[in-house]
């Protein structure tokens, strides 16, 4: 979901300051929606009006959660992977033609430029459905670098169309935990921060389980995702709290067995390239 565009702290009215745990915390009220309270902790952009995470911890997009640690991935790991025979190329830098705008339906509203898809104007989903899967793709952040925080090289991984799998510029570039590059999104930050700088394109690996419905449409499995990104892992068989979503917990509603990969625009334009998918069977028979 696209997320709601704050007013940048200069343009915000200062209501108030307070300070916890020795931190100075600046309390800003947008000017368009006036319950929506930012907060400044430690240089980190985000909330404590949300709700908290069901592990009572955190406040979603809690600015004072901590930041992942910052690990620098090592050599191309996956870059350039070729496809494997079995697997389904849902773009090799020439056509979009496995891809539909997400909201018409039509033709994927996004720009091909040097072999790279470059996001513009819309969500965009695949044409095919998919259940459990191995999913490879690379991504390039926008350089130079514009905006901070959620603003920077904002994109997003959804699976089924549903469960977003952050992309942003995470380079020297603090923002809620939750919102990592790496992050389920507004649930589990990624355990690390593995970003190359922006410029550089970094691979995706993710694996991910679907979850699943009784016949009363009741939640009985979560999903799971293992994601790792410029091969390192940042989400180990996590499990997936439903639904992502700007300021809320995760909540799942019943939905099919498969669903469309989608791929985020979020105002940046954000590039992607060598992307490849494989439907893949579950057997956890000890
Ligand atoms: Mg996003």
Redesign the pocket.
Known sequence: MK?ILTITLLAAALVGCSTQKGVVIKKTQSASKAKSHEVVINSVTGYQDTPMEPDGLWHVHDPARPQPTIVTPGATFSENAKAPSDAIVLFDGTDLSQWRDQKTKGEAPWKIVDGAMVAEKDYIETTNKFGDIQLHLEFREPTPPTGSGQGRG???VFLMGHY?I???DCYQNPTYADGSTGSV?AQHPPLVNPCRPPGEWETYDIIFTVPHFDADNKLTVPGYVTVILNGVVVQNHQAIRGETAHRTVGKYTFHDATGPLAL?Y?NNPVAYRNIWVRPITVDNEP
Do not use: M, P, R
């Open positions: 997320h904002n994109s997003g977003e952050q992309v942003l999104y985020q979020h």
